[in-house]
């Protein structure tokens, strides 16, 4: 009996530990095994220090990145000397004199990147607070070059706010109207596809404010349905549901009309500027040189393949081109996001040579020097010491599946600064002396280190050290890379998770992952590879039976433009090929059973999941969409017309979609949409499914209420996941 009841003992012992190895679904999804980041950097002006936030919002603290050790309390919600109570503190904004910082609170999500937040403006010497308005929450405030002024944004109007007049405030602008006119923060198309949410600027001697006006009246409107719900219910549709109604301009549909106008601060007179662009072009940045009667703007026709660089004076509003960067295709967005103004000029990105490379420029718009060459990829500008003409950057020169921080002196001489390879990312202090360098690999969370301007490591701040314990006790199996050649001989990389558990003499359904993108890249020696870090959902459905493959097909970033830009007019139709062919090589891999090769994918992934399904080679025998588009027609105008050009245009390429190759669908299908996605409206599988009844395709379709694009929030991630996971389960295995 005794010698039974520890068998039984043992028996027990030997399932708990099993049962403690693997993952589960609803830890996962919510972050038990989330990797952690050094978050809230802010380089100050000393150059040797730099501010963040602790406490859950209640010390902002100065920090050294020598050291990394706090060196000082900039901020302590519990030691102010005014008698107000503050919200709890959602971030923050440090004037340029460092004497004032903005408290973010009370912030309200509006899209991806625009939001509206109750700020107060604190006083560091004195350690008082104040409210910015007493008129309502704001958007996008910005500090004026002084520190003296904030000027930010109220229901599609300017303000501006004086500290040394007793924080008065005035208003600046008066024809702001919500779906009508937006001063100074973009429309939802410009601020999705343009990757910004502040669209004005102080010049240098604070004495006058430009800005980017969008006239959406002529724009179509959109509207979706808000139900009651739960988590978070809205009981204001509790007996009729609501609608939310807002501009968004399909393909080929009226954008805003944009013009670009400047303020003067003393005078209180507004102008327009001069600026010769069609009425269908954009303004995707503008900014104020160090010579404040020189604004720089920053311009793209409607094909988005002529970027024109403007140089305009704010007061006689004169404008004229100084550079002109003509594309075969179309131009970067990256280009806006890595545009850096210095003192006496300006350097851009520019993908001319084939590869994405640095250009420095004068304000006459001369170029005087390119900073980067080679083929590879720049993927980050980091910043320009005048004085000494080093360029650093992060690029893949190492590897398209790497990210490596660089620098060039003035003689082109290039010194590679990170030490690991696989994915780094920079934050300069001010001068460029230090910076934070964050580190990981496929197998390795993010390691946070601080480090000098010539690369030696100084103090590692974070290695999660307790995740790598946590994930040792995990039964994982093996991640790695691999190349193939499609039968078209083009040269595809991808990467693999195996079970725990893998033999080669077994045969293993599998499970294809893809996003395919123009210019995303998903293969890539980093801890974000895969799905929720780590490619631990892969490790979760490997532990299901399942191996987990995904390749970045033609159209995905990290090997230069030709290679990008090869899927111009005809979206999906490559990228679906590729994916076909993976599944026929996985195929040929003598562990692989290719009867039972699943794909999945989200949004644009989605999209070329239905695209690859429905291809015309009957590889998939199951695929989940998540929120895809299943026609460009029904996506935005900057996204589609940057790849696609207009529906009149080039109608045969738009004809090539889910939609289109409806009655082409083999596999088990199931779709998943939100029905308050402002991005990928539900219009997309309203209509597609329809297609597919029509066709009499067999599928199942997924509906979450009032989720947007990310389809988050109580429990909804766990359900979507295990639903995706059942799916191939049953119809794989």
Known sequence: MKRLLFLIAVLCSLLNGQAASEIQLSSLCHNAY??????????????????????GGKKIVRKSFRTGEEIGVIFDADNIKTRIQLPHIDGYIMSPNEQNILLQTETQSIYRRSKTAQYYIYNVKNRTVAKLSDGGPQEVPLWSRDGNMVAFVRDGNLFLVKLLFNNSESQITKDGKFNEVINGKPDWVNEEEFSFNCAFDFNEDNT????????????????????????????????????????????????????????????RVIRRMQLPIPEDGYVPRIFFTKDPEKLIILTNNRHQDCLDIYLANPRS??????????????????VYRNFKVLDEGFVMMSERSGFNHLYLYDLTGTMRRQLTKGNF???????????????????????????????????????????????????????????????????TPYVTTLCDANGKKLKTLEDNA?????????????????????????ELNGFMVLPANFSTSNKYPVIMHQYSGPGSQQVLDSWNTGNMGGSLYEQYLCQQGFICVCVDGRGTGGR?????????????????????????????????????????????????TLMSMSEGRPVFAAGVAVAPPTSWRYYDTVYTERYMRTPNENGDGYDVSPIGRASQLHGHLLICQGTADDNVHYRNVAEYTE???????????????????????????????????????????
């Not at 980050?380 to 004085?387: I, L, S």
Request: hydrophobic residues 30%; positive net charge; glycine residues 8%.
């Open 34 to 55: 989330f990797a952690h980041q050094v978050y809230g950097v802010n380089p100050l002006m000393d150059g040797e220090s730099y501010s963040q936030m602790i406490d």
């Open 208 to 267: 006058m404010i430009a800005w980017i006006r969008y006239d959406e009246k002529d724009v179509p409107m959109f509207s979706f349905p808000w139900y009651k719900g739960l988590n978070p219910e809205r009981k204001e549709y509790a007996q009729y549901p609501g609608s939310y109604d807002y501009k968004y301009p399909v393909a080929g549909a009226k954008n805003s009309v944009v013009s670009v106008h400047s303020f003067d601060i003393k005078s």
């Open 317 to 334: 509003t004169e404008c004229r081109v100084i550079v002109r960067e003509k594309a075969e295709k179309y131009v970067s967005e990256e």
């Open 377 to 443: 990829v720049v993927t980050d500008f980091y910043g320009y010491d005048v004085k000494s003409g080093t360029t650093y950057y992060a690029s893949t020169e190492e590897s398209p599946l790497c990210r490596a921080v660089y620098k060039s002196d003035a003689k082109g001489k290039v010194t590679k600064l990170s030490l690991e390879r696989g994915t780094n990312k920079a934050t300069f202090s001010k001068g460029m002396r230090y910076y934070m360098n964050v580190y990981s690999n496929l197998n």
């Open 466 to 490: 307790a995740l790598k314990q946590k994930l040792a006790e995990l039964n994982l199996g093996e991640r790695k890379f691999f190349t193939f050649k499609t039968q078209d001989g083009v």
């Open 560 to 608: 230069g433009r030709d290679f990008e830009q090869c899927t111009y007019l005809k979206l999906g139709q490559l990228e679906s090929h590729d994916q076909v062919e993976a599944a026929l090589y996985l195929g040929t891999l003598p562990y692989v059973d290719k009867e039972h090769i699943g794909i999945w994918g989200w949004s644009f992934g989605g999209f070329n």
């Open 691 to 733: 297609a597919l009844v029509q066709a009499d395709k067999d599928f199942r379709q997924l509906t979450y209420t009032n989720r947007n694009h990310g389809i988050s929030g109580g429990n909804t991630r766990v359900h979507l996941f295990r639903q995706i996971t059942q799916h191939f389960k049953q119809y794989l295995q």
